[in-house]
């Protein structure tokens, strides 16, 4: 309900525009799995003992990114069939003249977000991916044949090139 504080729920201005739910999600891991790769060691390695968790994260983010466009098209036949059962109309709650006069407007389409975007996503958090698992691999938490498994359900290819270069120089 968005009042445990018991104050109304307040979404901040910068906010107020509409997101998009699913490369939001997936720039949310590529930040975090972007983070790994400049991780100490020690660090590293609690990482890679949690690598489950994030394949299995990164696995749902493709799948949120792949499965978008089937889910839009869900979303907008329901509210074409509900506006046009109960002649729903829309108006702006923040409209001065709310409630006073008869304001409402036909109902809006709901928004997409672009292919473009979701492309854009999907390539960074594969490539973020890749580069967590390959500092594991450079720095011996993980052997050539765990990377490939690892590699292999995001459609992410192992370059030959990137197995013999020298590991990363730590700061």
Request: aromatic residues 8%.
């Amino acid at each position: 309900m968005g009042r445990a504080s018991g104050r109304p729920l307040s979404i901040p201005q910068s906010r107020r525009t509409p997101f998009a739910y699913t490369t939001d999600l997936a720039r949310l891991l590529t930040r975090q799995l972007t983070k790994f790769t400049t991780l100490n060691r020690h660090q590293l390695a609690g990482q890679v003992a949690n690598l489950d968790f994030w394949l299995a994260e990164a696995r749902h983010c493709l799948d949120v990114l792949d499965g978008y466009q089937g889910r839009f098209e869900r979303m907008k036949a329901a509210e074409a069939a509900y506006v046009a059962a109960h002649d729903t109309r829309e108006f702006q709650l923040n409209d001065r003249h709310y409630g006073h006069r008869d304001i409402t407007r036909t109902v809006s389409q709901s928004r997409r977000t672009s292919d473009a975007q979701r492309t854009q996503a999907r390539h960074e958090l594969c490539e973020a991916c890749y580069r967590f698992l390959l500092r594991c691999f450079r720095e011996g938490q993980l052997d050539e044949s765990r990377l490939r498994q690892a590699c292999e359900p995001l459609g992410v290819g192992v370059e030959s090139r990137d197995l013999t270069s020298p590991a990363p120089q730590q700061p």
